[in-house]
């Protein structure tokens, strides 16, 4: 990864090869101290957005306390109102803007605001995860508008939240399978379909730098998951279950992950996460077999040898993936 | 970019010569993290087959303490060997956690520091000061990043207990976050130090935080310190039992001297600070003092803010303004109002904030570029 302009003057001036009378000078050529202008842009910055975050923190706790005295029509009014401000922001503001993009953001939380008053108001009895559900369908066609990073964030949380709920709720499919099991197999097609559609939507023209951590995020939850399928797997003894295929799955998503990520479009954050999984998945296979009656000291040391040799052989990997992108 | 900015520095005549070859051991930080979790779970391990031969040193506890200063040595002798090389580091790493165990229960099983008597307090200053010693030799010893942030997060516990336990317990914190402050203001001026300066200057900052969280969340009362001695004043100098329990203004006070004399500091390097932008600057720090009396974690987050941003470190910059929101909400939260009065109370101070910033772009525009 290449370094920056701090990192570089430091290390130089760590070699001696930067006079410590000049530093300061070399540092201030580099950028890296910041100016009386920069000194002013950060008060102002910083003034505005506390600022702003107790005026808005205020105004909430303000409704908090009136809230009950207000009738239903006053409560309802209040919410849709804000809504409404939101979406005339964002038409004043564009879809290019990022103030624009915010306001459809802030509009998509206010629907869910609606939907819990609506859910408190009437006493639908409906369950949480229904009221996550509809959220999601309610502001898909903002995301999909928006084209806004965060946005789809929050809403494949919403997603992942109605799957979770709804499992806390059912068991499983009728009750055969195991409720957990079958929702993390659901979680891990949802949010891997994620990264595949979100790759394919970053190779048509968005600047890969820009969406790394969207990329990033998901990798990181879609293999999450998958390495937990495989531990499941491996630890688990019934064999009617799809538990027998976490391994499978594991290894395919490892394969497809380092072909993509190795050599079509690098990034060395998603190499290390499979890098990660390697170690721990490797791991408990080994610890099943070690601690099912070996000697607890022999056991204990092979597992210590095998996790650092794996981990530094997984450094030096991906240390000359590094260095490979650099040259 | 380190050609382009050798060669400026080349222009300008601030360096000579052939740009020095970069070293290549800065790993992204995800991959130096991924790195240490695997460290730690290796090291667990290593230290699981440790103990479990534990049983077999009862009784042998000199056995112990010579097992560990060998693998100690054994750790120096192979982070020496093999500066550069990732595993030996993290088998080094293992290593020299195994050894200090041992040479922990050694000192546990000779201090007899879990036995009958009065004088625990005393046997567990002496633990410290072992530590002390021990993590000190081992910082200056083994040239590894990790392992010297080890030492230093170690030492500068030991360091904190020590000075709760000696009747320093209201200013412990401030004193440790002046220290780290202190070391950030010369990082410049002490380069060639490198992480032998940065890992203690991190150390000072995150055990300061770590000591604020602590007396804040887990001790409702302010004047409950962490593992304070309540009878030292008197013991040492037969003052009344009053005083042990310093008064939570004076904690407040000393953090708040810390950021005046960082303010003061900061202003002085900027080379003008006697100017009207430096007056204000002053002022707003004897505010951000006044502040800190009632939420002393605001003085804490502005320090670090501050410093972090002077120095272009985004982790202390970054944690400074995590700890001013959430002790900000803290304060908030505790205040013994109703939730019309808190509104109101939130309401002004965000209008007042953002009444001084509209002062502030009348008096000094941005892009106006004045000496502060």
């Known amino acids: 990864m290449r370094k920056t302009n701090r990192q570089l003057l430091l290390e130089w001036a760590e070699q001696s090869s930067i006079d410590g009378r000049q530093l300061k000078d070399a540092l201030n050529v580099g950028g890296v101290l910041p100016t009386v202008s920069d000194w002013r842009g950060f008060l102002d910055k910083l003034l505005l957005y506390v600022g702003a975050l107790f005026v808005a923190s205020g105004v909430v706790f303000f409704f908090a306390y009136n809230w009950d005295d207000l009738g239903r029509f006053a409560q309802f009014a209040l919410v849709q109102g804000a809504i409404v401000a939101a979406l005339v922001a964002f038409w004043m503001l564009g879809l290019e803007k990022l103030s624009g993009k915010i306001s459809l953001m802030m509009a998509a939380i206010f629907v869910g605001v609606l939907l819990a008053l609506i859910g408190q108001t009437y006493q639908t009895g409906a369950d949480p995860y229904e009221l996550f559900t509809v959220w999601c369908v309610l502001i898909l066609p903002w995301a999909l508008l928006a084209r806004f990073d965060v946005l789809w964030v929050f809403w494949l949380l919403l997603l992942n939240l109605s799957i ?56 990181t939850v879609s293999g999450g998951l998958a390495s937990t399928l495989a531990i499941l797997n491996l630890l688990g003894s019934d064999e ?87 040259s | 970019m380190s050609q382009t900015l050798w060669q400026e520095l080349t222009h300008k005549g601030l360096v000579s010569g052939e740009e020095p070859v970069v070293a290549n051991d800065n790993s992204p930080w995800y991959v130096r993290t991924m790195l240490g979790i695997a460290g730690w779970f290796g090291a667990l391990f290593l230290l699981g087959a440790v103990f479990s031969v534990f049983g ?44 200090q165990s041992l040479l922990v229960f050694s000192i546990l099983s000779e201090l007899n520091i879990f036995g009958s008597g009065d004088n625990f307090s005393d046997r567990l200053r002496m633990l410290s000061m072992v530590t002390i010693c021990l993590q000190l030799l081992l910082f200056f010893v083994i040239p590894n990043y990790l392992h010297r942030m080890w030492s230093a997060l170690l030492i500068t516990l030991s360091v904190m207990f020590l000075m709760n336990m000696y009747g320093l317990h209201a200013f412990t914190l401030s004193i440790l976050l002046a220290g780290g402050v202190g070391l950030w203001l010369q ?30 969340f887990l001790w409702s009362d302010h004047q409950s310190y962490l593992w304070f001695d309540s009878g ?66 605001f003085t804490v987050g502005i320090i670090l803010v501050l410093i972090g941003f002077a120095h272009s470190n985004r982790v202390l910059s970054g944690l400074g303004l995590v700890i001013l929101v959430v002790f900000f909400f803290q304060f908030y939260y505790h205040l013994e109002l109703n939730l019309l009065q808190k509104s109101g109370l939130l309401v002004a101070s965000g209008l007042g904030l953002l009444v001084v910033r509209y002062v502030m772009n009348y008096v000094w525009p941005i892009g106006v570029n004045k000496h502060a």
């Not at chain 1, 659901?186 to 939507?201: D, R, Y």
């Not at chain 2, 303490?65 to 040595?73: D, E, F, T, V, Y």
């Not at chain 2, 992480?195 to 007396?215: E, G």
Request: aromatic residues 14%; proline residues 1%; charged residues 10%.
């Open chain 2, 187 to 216: 990082e410049f001026n002490w380069a060639t130090l490198g992480n032998k300066l940065t890992t203690p200057a991190y150390a000072l900052v995150f055990i300061s935080v770590l000591l604020l969280f602590v007396q804040t």
């Open chain 2, 232 to 297: 030292f004043w008197r013991r040492a100098f037969g003052l009344s039992s009053s005083v042990d329990v310093l008064p939570v203004r004076l904690f407040s006070l000393s953090t708040g001297a810390v950021l005046l004399g960082l303010v003061l500091v900061l202003l002085k390097r900027a080379g003008n600070w006697a100017s009207g932008i430096g007056i204000a600057a002053i002022l707003l720090s004897i505010l951000a003092v006044y502040i800190g009396l009632f939420v002393p974690g």
């Open chain 1, 164 to 219: 979770s709920l709804y499992y806390q709720v059912f068991g499983g499919l009728f009750h055969v399978l195991l409720g957990g099991e079958q929702m993390l197999w659901i979680l891990f097609v949802v949010n891997t379909v994620a990264l595949l559609i979100w790759e394919w939507v970053v190779t048509k023209g968005a600047d890969r730098r820009k969406v790394r951590w969207m990329t990033r995020l998901l990798a």
């Open chain 2, 56 to 99: 077999l040193l009862i009784g042998f506890t000199s056995t112990a303490g010579i097992l560990g200063l060998g693998a100690c040595l054994v750790a120096v002798l192979i982070y020496r060997a093999g500066k550069k090389n990732d595993f030996l580091a993290q088998f080094a790493f293992a290593i020299s956690l195994a050894g």
């Open chain 1, 240 to 326: 009617s279950s799809f538990s027998q295929y976490g391994v499978l799955a594991w290894l395919g998503w490892m394969a497809l992950a380092y072909y993509w990520y190795r050599h079509v479009e690098v990034d060395v954050y998603v190499l290390s996460i499979g890098v990660l999984s390697v170690i721990a998945i490797v791991s408990v296979f080994l610890g099943r077999f070690l601690f099912s009656g070996a000697d607890a000291f022999a056991s204990l040391l092979i597992m210590s040898a095998v996790i650092i040799g794996l981990s530094a052989a997984g450094a030096y990997w991906l240390r000359s993936v590094v260095l490979g992108e650099q």
